[in-house]
């Protein structure tokens, strides 16, 4: 079953950044990602020169739990 959810249902559990050691098309971050009932995924995303596939207003939107 698919389900869609609202970024305001969304929380950013933890996140990992990698970075390549000489190519910078490497760099991705991964979002360890939970919903307000419960279910659980991720996100990845790359980040610095070609950052851009997931919209900055829904990385805004998620809250990142410490």
């Known amino acids: 079953m698919k389900c869609i ?19 910078p098309d490497y760099n991705t971050i ?3 990602i939970e919903t307000t009932t419960g279910e659980k995924g991720h996100l990845v995303d790359a980040y610095g020169m070609y950052a851009g596939n997931v919209s900055r207003e829904l990385i805004k939107k998620l809250n990142i739990i410490k």
């Open 30 to 32: 991964l979002y360890v």
């Open 5 to 23: 959810y609202k970024a305001t249902e969304l929380d950013v559990v933890k996140f990992y950044r990698s970075e390549g050691m000489s190519n």
